[in-house]
């Protein structure tokens, strides 16, 4: 069982950035795949970016390539998305998730945060 708790989301503006966070508890965080994905009102749930076990590979959506960085340290049982350069679109309920792959489809995780709010006003 995996818990996970998201922070760090608000209101910016475009061309802003943010650093979000996702604190987790149980016994297999550090061997966990940790994903980030983004819903907005009315739209379905979209990758963003995820990052394997130890840190070695990374994926990451198009539309964030270059502005977006993921990360995790597996001592302080945290991932982060730093979020550069945001633009309006980047708008959503911004949730991470715990698995044991590096995939782009959310049904392969297993773990989901309660989510965080990013604004991103033009």
């Known amino acids: 069982q995996v818990q996970l708790v998201e922070s760090g989301g608000g209101l910016v503006q475009a061309g802003g950035s943010l650093q979000l966070s996702c604190a987790a508890s149980?016994?297999?965080?550090?061997?966990?795949?940790m994903g980030w994905f983004c819903q907005a009102p009315g739209k379905e749930r979209e990758f963003v970016a995820a990052i394997s076990w130890n840190g070695g590979s990374t994926s990451y959506a198009d539309s964030v390539k270059g502005r977006f960085t993921i990360s995790r340290d597996n001592a302080k049982n945290t991932v982060y998305l730093q979020m550069n350069t945001l633009k309006p679109e980047d708008t959503a309920v911004y949730y991470c998730?715990?698995?044991?792959?590096?995939?782009?489809?959310?049904?392969?995780?297993?773990?989901w945060g309660q989510g965080t709010q990013v604004t991103v006003s033009s």
């Open positions: 149980g016994r297999t965080f550090s061997r966990n795949t």
């Open positions: 998730a715990a698995g044991w792959v590096v995939t782009k489809s959310p049904k392969s995780y297993d773990y």
